[in-house]
Every structure is written in structure tokens, then in C-alpha cells.
């Protein structure tokens, strides 16, 4: 069964430190999504793309956070400086489609700061 | 921003007793989505129901939506110490012909006891 696949799945890091999360949606997937879980609430998106173009990036920490796709499949989120407060799950999902459907979500990568 | 509210925020049954877990939200939508979610783990959909449709099922799960009253349940039928998960509802308030933007509640915690 296809899945999407996330890495690493859990990182610990100390503050001011970089950190790159990498996602590698369903095949065929064009739309993929990174939402951040902080513990007890729910998942809040930071990033949408469609192929390899940002569609929504409204609520990305862009002072510090960074997300590309640039062959339009895989993606990689990156946090320079790693912050505290940057603790939390982060998710990573696909879906066939933009404008409708279910989300297929990853694993999560798990990041402490310290 | 978070815009479905789900009720309660933890529930705590017997096994083989229904569970019922309201959703509520504040703008109109296209569709609702329910997800499961497994501690530690990534979110599992569960059923979607779009806003011209009152009430859907899949298996044991029953999802009804009231779109006068901004709400929605979703009913979980002869419950197994399986269904032990956070479960989030999911809102797409996205413009016509707009991208799909999903926003999650802060989840119920269900716990099923032996």
C-alpha cells in the first residue's frame, strides 16, 4: 500500500541549531502539505504546494522556516535557527487532488529543541 | 488559526459502548473531514461528508452535519479498545474553485476501557 514517507522521525536539536525535515508524498500525489502538531492540539498548516509552486504559505514562520518541492515530488522543510518554542510534530501529507479530497498524512518527524 | 471546535475533549467509555463526538465550527464550509489519529502517529482519514449531504456511514462509523447549526457528529458504533485515538474533524472553508485548505479542531482524546 503507498504511503508517504517522512524522515527522520525523530530529531532533538538544540535552540539556534539547523534542522531539515524531508517528505516523500504517494506517487502521483500533486498536492502536499506540511502542518506542525504541537502536543495536545491540532495540526496546523505551515505550507500547501501544488507541484512545485507554494499555493499557501500564509501561516509559515518565514523569518526562520523554509519549505521547497523542486521537482514537484519530494519536499524538504528546513528550520534555521531552531527556536524552543519550534517543538512540536511535524506532518507531512498528500493528496491527488487541489481542490477536494481526503489527505493521506506521513508518520510525522518528531523535533525537540533544547 | 483553528476553526472546528470538538466536543467533549476527552471521552472515556467502556468497550462495546457507542462514542459520540461533536464538531463545531464558524464559516461556512465546502466539506468536513474526520480524522483518527494513534498516539505518536500520523492522522488516518476517516470519512469526508460535503455540505449538500446530511449524514454518512462507513462501517461503524456514523457522521451526521447540520450546516444551519455549524456542526457535525461523528458516532462510533460498538467501540473496540482499538478505537483508542485522538479524532480531529477537519473543515474546508476555501473559496469556490479555490485550493482545498483543510483547518483541524484541537481533537477529542477517546479512550476505550476493557
Known amino acids: 500500500e503507498a504511503e508517504v514517507a517522512q524522515s527522520p522521525r525523530y530529531k532533538i536539536t538544540e535552540k539556534s541549531q539547523a534542522v531539515a525535515f524531508w517528505c516523500d508524498p504517494i506517487s502521483g500525489h500533486a498536492t502536499l502539505y506540511w502542518y506542525r502538531q504541537i502536543l495536545g492540539q491540532g495540526p496546523e498548516l505551515l505550507v500547501q504546494?501544488?507541484?512545485?509552486?507554494?499555493?499557501?504559505d500564509s501561516q509559515l514562520p518565514k523569518d526562520r522556516f523554509s519549505a521547497e518541492r523542486l521537482k514537484g515530488v519530494d519536499s524538504t522543510l528546513k528550520i534555521q535557527p531552531a527556536e524552543l518554542g519550534d517543538s512540536a510534530m511535524y506532518l507531512c501529507a498528500s493528496s491527488s487532488g487541489l481542490y477536494t479530497g481526503e489527505l493521506f498524512f506521513g508518520e510525522g518527524s518528531r523535533l525537540t529543541v533544547l | 488559526s483553528q476553526q472546528g471546535e470538538e466536543d467533549p475533549q476527552a471521552l472515556s467509555i467502556q468497550e462495546g459502548e457507542n462514542a459520540t463526538m461533536n464538531c463545531s465550527y464558524k464559516?461556512?464550509?465546502?466539506?468536513l473531514q474526520w480524522y483518527r489519529q494513534n498516539s505518536g502517529r500520523g492522522l488516518v482519514h476517516l470519512i469526508l461528508?460535503?455540505?449538500?449531504?446530511r449524514e454518512k456511514h462507513s462501517g461503524r462509523l456514523r457522521v451526521t452535519l447540520d450546516t444551519s447549526k455549524k456542526s457535525s457528529s461523528l458516532l462510533i458504533t460498538a467501540s473496540r479498545a482499538a478505537d483508542t485515538a485522538s479524532y480531529f474533524c477537519?473543515?474546508?472553508?476555501?473559496?469556490?474553485?479555490?485550493?482545498?485548505?483543510?483547518?483541524f479542531g484541537q481533537g477529542t482524546r477517546l479512550t476505550i476501557n476493557p
Open positions: 504546494f501544488q507541484d512545485e509552486s507554494v499555493v499557501d
Open positions: 461528508i460535503r455540505s449538500n449531504e
Open positions: 477537519a473543515t474546508d472553508a476555501s473559496e469556490p474553485q479555490g485550493a482545498q485548505k483543510l483547518v
Open positions: 464559516t461556512s464550509i465546502n466539506n
